[in-house]
C-alpha cells in the first residue's frame, strides 16, 4: 500500500496512509502516514466504536490539509488497552512449541500454492484480455 | 524496576509500536524459510502538496479488504487465514453501494481482532459522514481493492498503474489508503 501512495502522490494525487505496521511504512517512506498503536486489521479505528473511526479518519483529513512535508507521521492518541499482550504475543515464535512452528509452516506452504494458483489464474486471464 | 523509574512512571518496557520487519523475519526463519523479505525501502519520498480545499475535493479510497468470493471457504470474521480469497486485479465498487469486504486472506492479529467490524479497516462509513458534514466535498464514484502481492515490482509495474488510471478517471483529488 505505501508503494501505491507513492506512486499517486508522484503522479499528483495528495494521499494518506492509515496503518498499524509503523516500521514497515516508515522504512518504506510515504508522504503523510497515521498510525494508529493497534493490532493489525483496525487501521481505520477500534471496531464497533463509531468515534474511534471518526476520529481516526479527521486526523487523516487534518493531515492532509496541514502535513508540512514528506514523511509525515501523526500517532492516534488512542490506546487499544492497558495490556500490551498483543504487542508481545504477535507470530511470536518465542511463545511457540516446536510443534507449533511445524504446524505453522504446513500451513503456510499451503496458503503460498493456493495464493500462486491464484495468481496465475488471474495472470493468464489477464493475457488472454491483451 | 529500580526507584527511579518507579518515580517518573515511564511506561511498561514492551509499550512501543511492534516491530513487525524484525519479528516476521524471525518468524519465517523459525519456520524455515531462508531467504528474508526484502521490505520496500526508499530514501526519497514524494510530496504533493494539496491544491484545494477538503470541503472541494472528491476523495478517492484505497483497501486492501477482499469482496466476497463465492466458494472460497469461510472469509467473515473470525475466518482462518484463507488464501482462497485473495485476489490479484485492482478492483473498483461503486461508493454508493455496500458489499461484503473481507480481510481473510491478511495476516491480521487473529487473537486480538475479529474482523467484526468492517469499518474498523474500511473507512468508507465514516468517509460517508465526513462528506455529509461537508468536510470533504464528495467521495469517489468507486472505492479502489489493492492486490497484497508479495511481489513488489508486480505492486509497482501493475497494481500502481491501474489505481492511477482508474483514479485520474474519477478525477480524485485526494487519496486515502487503508492497509489491513
Not at chain 1, 494521499?15 to 497515521?34: M, N, Y
Not at chain 2, 474500511?122 to 469517489?140: M, N, W, Y
Request: net charge negative.
Amino acid at each position: 500500500m505505501s508503494l501505491i501512495a507513492r506512486h499517486l502522490e508522484a503522479s499528483g494525487i495528495p494521499t494518506v496512509v492509515l496503518g498499524s505496521a509503523k516500521d514497515i511504512v516508515e522504512h518504506c517512506g510515504v508522504p503523510r502516514f497515521v498510525f494508529s498503536d493497534f493490532p493489525l486489521g483496525n487501521s481505520a479505528g477500534k471496531p464497533n466504536d463509531r468515534d474511534s473511526q471518526a476520529a481516526t479518519l479527521e486526523l487523516a483529513l487534518q493531515l492532509l490539509e496541514c502535513a508540512p512535508t514528506s514523511r509525515t507521521t501523526v500517532q492516534s492518541p488512542q490506546r487499544w488497552s492497558e495490556s500490551v499482550a498483543w504487542k508481545v504475543e504477535f507470530q511470536n515464535i518465542e511463545y511457540m512449541s516446536a510443534e507449533e512452528i511445524a504446524r505453522r509452516r504446513a500451513e503456510f506452504d499451503k496458503i503460498k500454492q493456493v495464493g500462486q494458483q491464484i495468481r496465475d489464474n488471474t495472470e493468464a486471464l489477464r493475457s488472454k484480455k491483451r | 524496576m529500580t526507584a527511579v523509574q518507579d518515580d517518573i512512571q515511564f511506561a511498561e518496557l514492551h509499550d512501543a509500536p511492534v516491530q513487525y520487519m524484525q519479528r516476521l523475519r524471525d518468524y519465517y526463519l523459525a519456520l524455515g524459510y531462508d531467504n528474508p523479505y526484502r521490505w520496500a525501502q526508499y530514501a526519497h519520498v514524494p510530496f504533493c502538496p494539496p491544491d484545494k480545499s477538503l470541503s472541494e475535493s472528491r476523495i478517492g479510497l484505497v483497501t486492501t479488504a477482499a469482496p466476497f468470493k463465492p466458494n472460497a471457504g469461510e472469509q467473515g470474521p473470525r475466518a482462518p487465514y484463507n488464501a482462497a480469497a485473495k485476489f490479484y486485479q485492482v478492483y473498483g465498487y461503486p461508493s454508493d453501494r455496500d458489499q461484503f469486504l473481507g480481510i481473510s486472506h491478511l495476516g491480521y492479529d487473529r487473537v486480538y481482532s475479529t474482523a467484526e467490524d468492517s469499518n474498523a479497516f474500511f473507512p468508507l462509513p465514516a468517509l460517508r459522514e465526513a462528506a455529509a458534514q461537508g468536510r470533504i466535498g464528495e467521495i469517489s464514484p468507486r472505492y479502489y481493492g489493492a492486490p497484497t502481492n508479495r511481489s513488489q515490482a508486480t505492486t509497482v509495474r501493475q497494481d500502481c498503474v491501474d489505481i492511477l488510471r482508474m483514479m485520474q478517471q474519477d478525477e480524485v483529488d485526494l487519496a486515502i489508503l487503508v492497509p489491513s
